[in-house]
């Protein structure tokens, strides 16, 4: 049985994901300055926590972002910013999920020079909530408060922020179709960069001019891969679709899955391309998503 559009039933738990390997390479170089470059290697992470609401929902966020030291190992919770000016990449938890469970897409996005606020979501297996838009929203509200950050006077995000880039948005399953909402239904227009894992189509493309990657396993028995792949026909470009053959709903999330490493690489450039303006990584892409059980296909102009 297929699903249709806001009909969608029985999710079942999104998979957790571990700490992954590192994607990028040797020492950082932060960005700084009114024009951002791309840091050129990985970054150590911090973490720090937050107790939003948006009206009478809570919203617990966990931010992760680039610290000083070297990369590898776990968050340090409350450690400084490293030197320089990051963009925004927002993760959404799937269903059971929290601000911890997929730490292999936080802690890569948050290493390769972006600062990840991940949400809690106060109803986390509540599948009405997604299709009502109360999770879009709420990722709306932490996008709002993340970027407020950057003028608390004295605060440890204070200067670090670029709030002029736009922002990344990115998930898995219900966080997944959080995350196209944002594009579709229930829009936000600062948002540059969406990556939906796993989703269904939430709807009818709004105006947003965001770049969208789609990714999900043709063998998906809990998020039908043809309506992701409706979901992608019907946007113009920039977009692009990963697809790993064979797969299931969350295996290629996990590291030591075989096309672990592409679903890695190909989400963290694909937020270096449109939210650091790095060419060098669009043109990695290609590549990045290419190889023995994966398929590629994108209209990057």
């Not at 009206?55 to 990369?71: C, D, E, M």
């Not at 059971?96 to 106060?122: E, K, L, R, V």
């Amino acid at each position: 049985m297929s699903f249709s559009r806001r009909t969608f039933l029985g999710l079942t738990a999104a998979a957790t994901a571990g700490l992954g390997t590192p994607l990028l390479g040797s020492a950082p170089h932060p960005a700084s300055g009114a024009e951002l470059s791309a840091p050129r290697g990985q970054f150590a992470i911090g973490v720090r926590q937050f107790n939003w609401s948006r009206g009478a929902r809570s919203l617990f966020t966990k931010v992760f972002y680039p610290a000083p030291g070297a990369p590898g190992g776990a968050p340090v919770p409350n450690a400084p910013l490293a030197a320089g000016v990051f963009p925004v990449a927002e993760w959404s938890h799937g269903m059971g999920g929290n601000s911890d469970s997929y730490a292999s897409q936080t802690h890569a996005i948050a290493s390769a020079g972006f600062i990840c606020p991940a949400p809690s979501f106060s109803d986390n297996t509540n599948l009405g909530s997604v299709y009502g838009g109360e999770w879009s929203r709420d990722v709306s509200e932490v996008i709002t408060r993340t970027l407020a950050l950057n003028d608390a006077t004295g605060g440890p995000f204070a200067g670090h922020i670029d709030t002029a880039a736009g922002v990344g948005v990115s998930g898995h399953s219900m966080g997944g179709m959080t995350t196209h909402g944002l594009v579709t239904a229930w829009p936000d227009d600062r948002i540059a960069a969406a990556v939906p894992v796993a989703c269904v189509d939430m709807g009818n493309p709004a105006s947003v001019g965001a770049g969208v990657l789609f990714i999900h396993g043709d063998r998906d028995p809990t998020c039908d891969y043809a309506l992701a792949r409706r979901a992608y026909q019907e946007l113009r470009a920039p977009k692009a679709f990963l697809t790993h053959v064979g797969a299931d709903h969350a295996a290629y999330l996990n590291p030591g899955f075989p096309t672990f490493g592409r679903t890695q690489n190909t989400l963290v450039d694909w937020f270096r391309w449109l939210l650091y303006d790095d060419t060098a990584a669009r043109d990695r892409l290609h590549g990045d998503a290419t190889g023995e059980g994966t398929r590629w296909e994108a209209a990057l102009a």
